[in-house]
């Protein structure tokens, strides 16, 4: 059974940082991408980050460039997403997402085909 667990989510002042981990079991394709998504309260998900598992390629959102990084560990079945300088408009719930049918990297919810069950970000002071 395919899964995503998503993990690493808190409270964090502005400014700071905070390493979310999306782990990944369940599907054995060579071919495939990982998007991370951030769903803000009364607003709609929108795609921020992918890595793709052809040559590690990735796509980042403009309004996360140079605060994001999404890295992979292959021996670990597990993606990261590293955010530094953290903003209260980054506040939501963080999910990730696994896309089967291509590797190339996606913005779009309806590009992926299974999903972890998110998990929260809260940036306040």
């Known amino acids: 059974q395919l899964q995503l667990v998503e993990s690493g989510g808190g409270l964090v002042q502005p400014g700071g940082s905070l390493r979310l981990a999306c782990a990944t079991s369940?599907?054995?394709?060579?071919?495939?991408?990982i998007g991370w998504f951030r769903q803000a309260a009364g607003k709609e998900r929108e795609g921020v980050v992918c890595?793709?598992?052809?040559?590690?390629?990735?796509y980042y959102d403009d309004s996360v460039k140079g605060r994001f990084t999404i890295s992979r560990d292959k021996a670990k079945n597990t993606v990261y997403l590293q955010i530094n300088s953290l903003k209260p408009e980054d506040t939501g719930t963080y999910s990730c997402?696994?896309?089967?049918?291509?590797?190339?990297?996606?913005?779009?919810?309806?590009?992926?085909?299974?999903w972890g069950q998110g998990t929260q970000v809260t940036v306040s002071s």
């Open positions: 997402a696994v896309r089967l049918a291509s590797s190339v990297c996606s913005p779009f919810t309806w590009a992926y085909d299974y």
């Open positions: 890595i793709s598992s052809t040559y590690g390629s990735t």
């Open positions: 369940g599907f054995t394709s060579d071919y495939y991408a």
